[in-house]
């Protein structure tokens, strides 16, 4: 049975969200510009306090900051990842490794963000399940499995760990197809996220490893059906 999401919280929590996944996604790209506080509270007919708050949660994510004469803009990509990926060689770029690392590193990421995330974070990741189905085409679901996974680290509060993550996503897109290509693998990807973020939500952050352990454990075993040609 599907675990009906919370209520939405406040309207400055839902703004900070909003404009976190349109960072996170790419359509605000880094060094543009965000619309002053006016413009956006005449946006979401809101008032400026609501649209303050939700800049200054931004900002204390070094998602946005304040530049003189140019206003609140987004920042760069962290250059953590461009030296991470100069630091590694070939054989460290392998499939199986990464899949390892995921199992190393996602669920302390999952434990984490179950006592650091915020009620935007939360957000997020409700808005990335509302949009997830099994009814979606293959590319579809793949883009949300890695924004969930992304907002996950984001909501770590960790930027080391979100890039670890940032990397290993951009490594695992065979991967990650694979294991989408049918409804049933679809539909257990979902089931897992929410499994999550249910554990995130009730700030259990052992469940919240322990779901992720077990999300990745089902997606490694859907991983090789597809492979085999087993699948659904």
Known sequence: MTTPLPR??????????????????????????????????????????????????????SLVERVQGRGTVVTAAPVRAGELYAGLDETEKELADVAE?????????????????????????EEIL???????????????????HSALARASQNPLLATVNTLACSWT??????????????????????????AVRARDGEAARRAMADHLTAVAALTRLATEGTGE
Do not use: N
């Open 130 to 148: 509302r949009a997830s189905s099994e009814a979606l085409a293959v590319a579809e679901s793949v883009r949300l499995d890695v924004e969930f």
């Open 8 to 61: 939405r919280p406040g309207v400055g929590v839902e703004i900070a969200a909003h404009l976190e996944r349109l960072i996170a996604t790419g359509e605000l790209a880094p060094g543009a510009r965000i619309p002053p506080e006016r413009a956006l509270a005449e946006r979401f007919a809101v008032s400026r306090g609501s649209v303050r708050d939700a800049l200054g949660h931004l900002e204390s994510k």
């Open 173 to 198: 897109g065979d991967v990650r197809r694979r294991s989408h290509t049918t409804r049933r693998a679809r539909r257990v990807s979902i089931e897992g996220h929410r499994a999550i973020h249910a």
């Open 101 to 125: 690392l995921r199992a190393v590193v996602e669920p302390r990421i999952a434990e984490f963000a179950a006592l650091r995330a915020t009620a935007s974070d939360l957000l997020v990741m």
